[in-house]
């Protein structure tokens, strides 16, 4: 964190954590033009660094205003600021790491706005000194809404298992066809009843001046279909083919075609599907991911039992994401594979698909912050052909049975440039030599930061984080230039089920922001147990339990507001 103080007509701007990279500022006379851009930038101010963390800006002399103070830190050195014109309020936000501070106006028969730090709602007090922490946690949390687990899609079924909306185990925004586009998984059972798997178009009304959302709605629901057959989630047999058996974890639309791209977290596999839900095709899966033993070749898509190589059960193609042009898709698996550390491995891999030909020609490593807590990412958004978003997280949050305590849930910046094509190497093999993937050390979002849990719509959650943040979209552009981000939940459809496949319903409540977790018979109060914080089935609830306030697990968005400086270098999927 920086800090700016003021005392007369000095400002100090002192950051302890990082060298600065640069400081500017800029005076103007009193009555001169108050903007910088109106080609009145006055003097420039003496900066004398201190210490390679410290500067001093001095107004150089009596009767001059300081217009502007633009401190840029190392670790931000590729972000600029444009200089502020007149009259911005404090709801204007600056990139991260970077403070801009306006002094502006002295009393007078002509009085300038009252003196301001923009990005954060604090001013200078001119009578100084005043010791002022700018906030640099952009993208800035717009609008947080919570949805209820009692929702329905628009197939027309009303059941648990037939009608019940499965939040959000991917989201994406067409930018060509003003679309938004949310992928429920396999379905209630997790594998073990069948389920037509699907995907929703939904409707988000958008506030282009404060990136505030409102009235989701779903338009309709696709059924994916290969020929006259429904894609099910229902698991494949032990050792068996994979015939339609299919777990959707990732969705893109391919900007040139308008067809879906969806992962598949069985085989793991890509498949191209139309707005009809029609298979198109699918795309080759490169052999060293197929779950598999090594030694006989023996593939089981169903569990990891007779499997010493490939993906882990149920740590396929979780993340997905397209090329601004198309050309090429990346698929990248939830975790590491059997042969590269299995539940202790910390490198996964990226696989870049030539979309015309539906081949693999290129593998990366990426290496996770670590492996416990089954640590995982769970979307992967293209921000151009080489950088992209990672949603990495672990299993603690509210869910239908996770451990409430200590839930951690980090977007992370990546680059593939300079990586290395690992698509030979086995990544845990002792001495081998490769480059992964450049991440930021810093996260560009923390879904899971105490001042978004603390906000009032999310009261009702108890100050607990979801658990499985597993969609992550950048949608429109806004008025002011930035552009709406969309993260959002997977709540496992508010149902949980025990080794004899019996489903229950999970409901929570989060009264005086403690959150309690009940489970009971689907669609009843009948049956009803405690459900720990640990995420265990305790005792059968008493016949005098207070259901007042207990709601099935629900779906959240988020909607945050990314400065053109936090995208830097985004460029939209567009037709050509």
């Known amino acids: 964190m920086s800090a700016v103080e003021h005392d007369g007509n000095q400002f100090s701007v002192i950051d302890g954590a990082t060298p600065l990279f640069a400081v500017r500022a800029t005076t103007r006379p009193p009555g ?13 101010a003496s900066v004398l660094p201190l210490a390679n963390s410290h500067a001093v800006v001095t107004v150089p002399k009596p009767g001059q205003l300081l217009v502007d103070v633009v401190v840029v830190t190392a670790t931000a050195s590729d972000r600029t600021s444009s200089w502020a014109p007149s009259g911005l309020k404090s709801s204007v936000r600056v990139p991260r790491a970077t403070v801009i501070v306006n002094r502006k106006g002295t009393p007078g028969p002509n009085p300038e706005p009252a003196n301001e730090v923009h990005g954060i709602a604090t001013s200078i007090d001119p009578g100084g000194p005043q010791t002022i922490t700018p906030d640099f946690a952009l993208p800035d949390l717009t609008d947080p809404v919570v949805i209820d687990g009692t929702t329905l899609d628009a197939s027309g079924g ?24 949310a992928l429920s998984d396999r379905g209630p059972g997790g594998g073990t009843l069948r389920y037509e798997t699907r995907v929703h178009r939904f409707r ?5 001046a404060t990136g505030e959302i409102g009235n989701f709605q779903v338009l309709s629901t696709l059924i994916f279909r290969q020929g006259g057959s429904a894609l099910d989630g229902f698991a494949p047999e032990v050792g068996g083919p994979l015939g339609n058996a299919f777990d959707p974890e990732g969705l893109i639309v391919h900007p040139l075609t308008g067809n879906l791209l969806v ?3 069985y085989r793991p596999s890509l498949l191209e599907i139309n707005r009809a839900g029609q298979v198109v095709r699918r795309f080759d899966a490169p052999v060293n991911l197929l779950p598999r033993n090594a030694a006989t070749g023996a593939t089981n898509f169903a569990g990891d039992a007779g499997n010493d190589a490939g993906k882990r059960t149920n740590r396929g193609f979780e993340g997905l994401a397209i090329s601004p042009s198309g050309r090429f898709a990346f698929a990248m698996l939830q975790s590491a594979m059997l042969d590269e550390g299995g ?12 979309t015309t030909t539906g081949r693999a020609v290129a593998q990366f490593a990426y290496r996770l912050e670590g492996s416990a807590q089954g640590r995982g990412i769970s979307a992967l958004v293209a921000l151009n ?42 990544l845990d093999a002792p001495g081998a030599v490769f480059t992964p993937v450049a991440k930021q050390t810093t996260p560009w979002l923390d879904l ?3 001042a978004t849990l603390a906000d009032l719509s999310l009261a009702a959650l108890g100050g607990v984080s979801p658990e499985k943040w597993e969609g992550l979209a950048i949608g429109p552009r806004l008025d002011d230039g930035s552009y709406l981000v969309l993260a959002g939940t997977d709540n496992d459809y508010a149902v949980t089920q025990n080794g004899s496949a019996v489903q229950f319903d999970v409901l929570y409540r989060g009264a005086g922001g403690v959150a309690t977790r009940i489970q009971c018979d689907i669609g009843t109060l009948a049956n009803c147990s405690a459900v720990g914080a640990d995420g265990a089935v305790g005792a059968p609830l008493p016949a005098d339990f207070d259901f007042t306030g207990y709601r099935l697990v629900p779906g959240v968005l988020h909607a945050y507001r990314a400065s053109p400086a936090d995208l830097a270098g985004y460029r939209a999927p567009r037709t050509r």
Do not use: H, M
């Open 32 to 44: 001169a033009a108050s903007c910088p851009r109106a080609g009145n930038r006055g003097r420039n």
């Open 158 to 181: 009303t059941s648990v298992n037939d009608g019940r909306l499965g939040f959000f185990s991917d989201l994406y925004y067409d930018p060509q066809r003003d679309e938004w586009w």
């Open 204 to 208: 988000l009304d958008v506030n282009r």
């Open 263 to 265: 992962s598949d977290e």
């Open 343 to 354: 539940a202790s491995g910390v490198y996964t891999r990226i696989v870049r698909f030539e």
């Open 385 to 426: 052909d080489d950088e992209f978003l990672v949603l990495e997280r672990n299993n603690r949050g509210l869910g239908v049975d996770g451990t409430l305590a200590g839930p951690n849930k980090k977007v992370f910046r990546i680059s593939l440039d300079g990586a290395t094509d690992v698509t030979t190497v086995d």
């Open 448 to 450: 899971a930061a105490a």
